[in-house]
């Protein structure tokens, strides 16, 4: 896997995108430990727009720089202690989801259409950030994972809203701006390996 200075641009712009989505900060609704957040939603672009390993990447670049003690979670949060919450769990989902956003619209596939777009917002966007995040919530409040999960019921309205923006997002950028996104194009003994878009 070669990463060429495109690759650093696109994920330092989506690092900073998902930082910019935590400037509005959160509320926890009815005192839940677990704050909604906008930047869930950077995490669904970062995937459908730069692909499984690029989008995986921006979220790590804003995890690591949060670690070293940037305030760049929603409400100005920052630090190392961040990751040793009840929350902790859905920001170690974020990379994982982030990848499986990126796998299932990119595979196989010239160009973003809406029903994968879709299709990988809710499976990685949310449900396997939830499969990291509830059994962390759990175990770090005493609950049973069925009591974390029926808790977890209050935030999917508005994650499947998050997920419907990102589909409209995604195919609005790809109309306007389809350079943003990488397409792999298979590889001959004459082709070298580099970035290629095409545009439908």
């Known amino acids: 896997m070669k990463t060429t200075l495109n690759d650093i641009t696109r994920i ?40 499984w390993w690029r989008g995986a ?35 170690y989902g974020w990379i994982v989801g982030a990848a499986v956003v990126g796998l ?20 990685g966007g949310i449900l396997v950030v939830y499969a990291f995040g509830i059994p962390v919530m759990a175990g770090m409040l005493g609950m049973t994972l069925t009591e974390a999960a029926v808790a977890n019921v209050i935030f999917v309205p508005g994650d499947l809203i998050k997920a419907g923006l990102t589909v409209a997002l995604t195919l609005a950028v790809w109309r306007a701006y389809p350079r943003a996104f990488v397409t792999p194009r298979p590889l001959t003994a004459s082709t070298p390996e580099r970035d290629t878009v095409t545009a439908e």
């Not at 910019?20 to 995490?43: E, K, M, R």
């Not at 299932?104 to 499976?123: C, Q, Y």
Request: charge should be positive; hydrophobic fraction near 60%.
């Open 12 to 51: 330092a712009t989506f690092a900073a995108i998902i930082a910019v989505l935590g400037i509005p900060g959160s509320f926890s609704p009815f005192g839940l430990a677990v704050p909604i957040t906008l930047q869930t939603l950077g995490v669904m672009l970062a995937g459908a727009i730069l692909g």
């Open 57 to 91: 990447a921006s979220v790590v670049v804003v995890l690591v720089l949060t670690a070293a003690g940037l305030p760049l979670l929603s409400g100005g949060r920052g630090g190392i202690g961040a990751f040793f919450t009840p929350s902790s769990g859905y920001l």
């Open 104 to 123: 299932i619209v990119h595979l196989g596939a010239r160009r973003p259409v809406w029903w994968r777009v879709a299709l990988g917002s809710i499976v």
